[in-house]
């Protein structure tokens, strides 16, 4: 449902607040690009966009979840992204006028912001700092993609659990006395669709971490990590 009721310099501006790619911007400049700004609200289970279609804006999310996923040939779910707060996709079409390679659907009641593809192009003339961001950006996205896909086949399975607890941690914990307490994003299906392994695989191993004293599953949505540097030695992290 279309925000039309909505602030043009109170939701926008907050909304631009949380993305990176615009940080280098005055608040003059915030309030110039808000005026282009537009609104969606998505309901858990709603899809943005599908596999194929070919989205004609940059999409931010203001507040809620989306995970960006494909089915396998066999049917399996294959997550490739979970994006949060202040992240932005949809940039196949306006940059190479390429179909969406994967199927966004919203986690959580979510809210975005987008920018049409001409309006868009407007601000990266204008603002060129801003393509820039959004290079390096998506660069790091696809270094994060490729250590993916490159885990599956060369790290075992307790090296890549750990692996996304960690970066579930970095993104979604909070530190409390006991350690960071993760918010998952997803639920335990969905850390194994992200791994591509089996629902009842992710249940086996996150129960042995939580014997080892490494973690403790506080509920279905949150869990409990309790000892990161052991958990970095197991991921193969550096520190």
Same mark, same amino acid.
């Given at each position: ?44 289970g709603e899809l943005l966009f599908s596999e194929g279609d070919s989205p004609r804006s940059l999409i931010i999310i203001n507040e809620g979840s989306v ?9 399996? @779910?294959?997550?490739? &992204?979970?994006?949060s707060e202040g992240d932005f996709f949809g940039e196949q079409n306006l940059f190479g006028s390429q179909k969406s390679p994967y199927t966004a659907e ?18 990266? &003339? ?51 006395? @006991? ?61």
């Amino acid at each position: 449902m279309n925000c039309n009721c909505c602030s043009v310099h109170s939701s926008d501006q907050i909304c631009m607040h949380k993305v990176p790619i615009f940080s280098s911007l005055s608040p003059e400049e915030m309030s110039h690009i808000s005026s282009i700004i537009k609104h969606k609200n998505y309901q858990k289970g709603e899809l943005l966009f599908s596999e194929g279609d070919s989205p004609r804006s940059l999409i931010i999310i203001n507040e809620g979840s989306v995970k960006a996923f494909k089915v396998t040939p066999e049917g399996r @779910e294959q997550i490739l &992204h979970i994006f949060s707060e202040g992240d932005f996709f949809g940039e196949q079409n306006l940059f190479g006028s390429q179909k969406s390679p994967y199927t966004a659907e919203a986690l959580a009641p979510t809210g975005i912001c987008s920018f049409a593809k001409e309006d868009f192009y407007q601000i990266l &003339h204008a603002h060129p700092g801003i393509a820039i961001k959004i290079i390096e950006t998506l660069g790091e996205r696809i270094a994060r993609m490729e250590d993916t896909m490159q885990s599956i086949g060369v790290r075992n399975l307790d090296s890549r659990i750990s692996g996304l607890l960690l970066d579930f941690a970095d993104k979604y914990g909070k530190v409390v006395p @006991e350690g960071i307490l993760i918010q998952l994003p997803v639920s335990r299906e969905g850390m194994a669709n992200y791994l591509g392994i089996a629902r009842e695989t992710i249940s086996r191993k996150l129960g042995q971490l939580e014997a080892e004293g490494l973690i403790h599953s506080v509920n279905n949505k949150n869990i409990l990590l309790k000892n990161r540097e052991a958990m970095n030695t197991l991921a193969g992290k550096d520190c």
